[in-house]
């Protein structure tokens, strides 16, 4: 591992690079996002990308898209400088960005959206139609139907469908700005396997995670940022561990969190739902204590979030019935505003369609539910409120100047840690979470899984909907793994680990 830029690479060195970055800065007024990054990556190798959330990664590979301008420095592609880089020119070279989230063009079809952009390079008709074809095949793995309107897809989905569409794209130099974002444990297997393929055909990668096991398992060489500046480069991944990673990307060892299961909440005081009924759901009976935390798991479209999404009043059931300790039974919310009433609180995984207010500031965005809140009671106390937002921003290290700017030029992790400073600043009974620590880094990880263990000591009921089985077995009491539309498992106390999770939820 070399903790500087090498200061000059061998000819035979310099030709083996697909792209080379040289003296790359980015300001944003007095604010350096970037700091002077010297870069090489191999052609036909898989490069990964570490920093803490706001370190500089998506600026970095945003760059090299030609998506945004650099403030400085220059960009070589097999060699040759590009100079005045934007998206057109960067495609046409054969420069793919899969971006941090997902862009579709919702009116258009799957197929529409997969092609868009991709003509037959000679042969005019017949590469079209062999084009096609490939695609009808490949999207014939992944469960998307090819005619489907690309709008009513879920953020999964759309996911898998920017994903494909590099992968698709005939690029030479593809940039996965974390694809694996609540991606199932057979999805990312998918695209390990869709990349090591182009990857022996020389294709080169450039990989950006939070999840150390997947650039241990997936790349050849890492790059780590911190604060804008290469902290960190080596070319032999197989020399690193897990704890290693962590160091690198924190500057510190990493604090892991390991909830307390010999405090799990015992008895029959809770929350009770029964008869739950739907068009793809069956669950007759689920009971969940005062302060327990439960997990749901399992493939797309199993249960797991349309339950979470049920109980929030966001998908109709035929039938269901939900009852809080010591209340009487009523019906399952049928709407958000419903739920609200009963003290259900939700936090989607589609920042992008429910989730931050981008042109208001931190404080306002984390205020917005809460707010709601209080001026139903008829009260809003703007002490009260600054008081909440600040303990937020400060407990989840959103990474800005201070809770005044604006949440749109935050990075992407930071938007999601406000998107959940909102709902847990709510202080619900149930709270309901889908992917709560997605795109989120190592550390702040381990600092929303105590953010959630003190809530629940607290007395608040927690459902984390999530993919990542790391944390599930971390910070769950109970885990619930859904097939078919029922809860098939439930994994309890010492019985819960990643591999018994992992192996269930396939
Ligand atoms: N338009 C902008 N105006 C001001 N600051 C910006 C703007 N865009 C990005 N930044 C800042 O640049 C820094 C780097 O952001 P970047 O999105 O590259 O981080 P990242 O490493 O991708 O983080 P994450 O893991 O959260 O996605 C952040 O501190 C961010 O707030
Ligand atoms: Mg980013």
């Known amino acids: 591992m070399t903790t500087q830029a090498a200061p000059r690479a061998s000819v035979q060195a310099q030709a083996d690079l697909a792209l080379r970055v040289e003296n790359i800065s980015k300001r944003y007024g007095a604010f350096h996002a970037l700091r002077s990054i010297n870069l ?50 960067m495609e046409a070279a054969g420069v793919f960005l899969v971006p941090q989230e997902p862009m579709i063009i919702e009116h258009m079809s799957v197929m529409e959206n997969l092609m868009l952009g991709l003509w037959p390079a000679s042969r005019g008709f017949i590469a079209w139609r062999r084009m096609r074809e490939n695609a009808t095949r490949m999207l014939a793995g992944t469960g998307i139907e090819a005619d489907r309107l690309a709008g009513s897809l879920d953020a999964v989905a759309r996911r898998k469908l920017n994903i494909l569409r590099a992968m698709f794209s005939g690029g030479s130099v593809i940039i996965l700005d974390e694809p694996t974002a609540s991606l199932t444990v057979p999805d990312r297997l998918q695209l390990f396997d869709f990349m090591r393929q182009l990857r022996a055909s020389g294709v080169t990668f450039l990989f950006i995670s939070h999840f150390n096991d997947e650039i241990l398992d997936i790349c050849d060489a890492v790059t780590v940022l911190r604060d804008g500046e290469l902290v960190a480069n080596c070319e032999e991944v197989g020399s690193l561990n897990s704890s290693r990673l962590s160091e690198f990307v924190l500057g510190r060892e990493l604090d892991l ?7 799990s909440p015992k008895g029959e005081e809770g929350i009770r739902l029964s008869g739950v009924r739907g068009d793809r759901l069956d669950v007759a009976r689920l009971d969940i204590r005062t302060g327990e935390i439960v997990g749901f798991t399992g493939l797309p479209g199993e249960g797991a979030k349309e339950l979470a999404r049920s109980l929030f009043g966001l998908a109709p059931l035929q039938a269901g019935q939900i009852a809080f300790a010591r209340e009487a039974t009523a019906r399952v919310p049928q709407t958000p505003d419903q739920a609200f009433a009963m003290g259900i609180a939700y936090l989607s995984d589609d920042r992008r369609r429910d989730g931050v207010v981008g042109h208001l500031s931190i404080r306002e965005n ?6 709601r809140q209080r001026i139903r009671r008829g009260l809003v106390d703007r002490g009260q409120e600054q008081q909440v937002c ?11 100047g201070s809770a005044d700017e604006a949440v749109n030029t935050l990075s992407g992790g930071n938007q999601q840690k406000v998107c959940l400073g909102r709902v847990l600043a709510t202080m619900p009974r149930l709270l309901i979470l889908d992917e709560p620590t997605r795109g989120i880094d190592v550390g702040v990880k381990q600092d929303v899984l105590r953010i959630l263990d003190q809530l629940s000591r607290a007395g608040v009921s927690v459902i984390i909907v999530s993919t990542d089985v790391d944390e599930l077995a971390r910070a769950a009491d109970r885990v619930c793994i859904f097939q078919r539309g029922r809860i098939a498992h439930v994994v309890e106390g010492d019985d819960i680990s990643t591999d018994r999770l992992r192996q269930l939820s396939q």
């Open 257 to 263: 969190f390991q909830r307390d299961r010999t405090l």
């Open 366 to 371: 984390i205020a917005l539910s809460s707010l």
């Open 40 to 89: 090489g990556i191999r052609r036909g190798s898989i490069h990964g990308l570490l920093g803490e959330n706001g370190a500089g990664k998506s600026t970095l590979v945003g760059i090299i898209s030609g998506q945004r301008a650099p403030s400085e420095g220059r960009i070589f592609l097999n060699g040759e400088e590009i100079q005045g880089a934007d998206v057109k020119r």
């Open 390 to 400: 600040s303990s937020y921003f400060t407990r989840m290290g959103i990474k800005a």
